[in-house]
């Protein structure tokens, strides 16, 4: 997965999961900077990178694994949850 890869799937993931959280449905999210969507799109990628980089430097897996989109996707599925209900919190 190269680095096209890795921010289109940030992108996907960052989007879809803002728009699926359910605080966010509620209409309690929106109202400040960190209740945007494109916050929620900037962890999604951030969180690919930063997933992709550890996995690489520990040695858990290689460019192109499928263990390396697993670990990406649940990862930046995991960041941007928690970016969407801090958000909500405030």
């Given at each position: 997965?190269?680095?096209?890869g890795?921010?289109?799937?940030?992108?996907?993931?960052g989007?879809?999961?803002?728009?699926?959280?359910?605080?966010?449905?509620a209409?309690?999210?929106?109202?400040?900077p960190?209740?945007?969507?494109?916050?929620a799109?900037?962890?999604?990628?951030?969180?690919?990178?930063?997933?992709?980089?550890?996995?690489?430097?520990?040695?858990?897996?290689?460019?192109?694994?499928?263990?390396?989109?697993?670990?990406?996707?649940?990862?930046?599925?995991?960041?941007?949850?928690?970016?969407?209900?801090?958000?909500?919190?405030?």
């Open positions: 997965m190269g680095w096209t890795l921010i289109f799937l940030g992108a996907v993931i989007a879809s999961s803002w728009w699926l959280h359910p605080l966010r449905r209409g309690r999210v929106g109202r400040g960190a209740g945007r969507i494109w916050t799109i900037a962890a999604g990628i951030l969180a690919t990178i930063v997933a992709r980089m550890v996995g690489n430097i520990i040695d858990v897996y290689h460019d192109g694994d499928t263990l390396e989109w697993l670990a990406c996707a649940l990862f930046a599925l995991l960041v941007v949850t928690t970016t969407v209900a801090l958000a909500a919190r405030r």
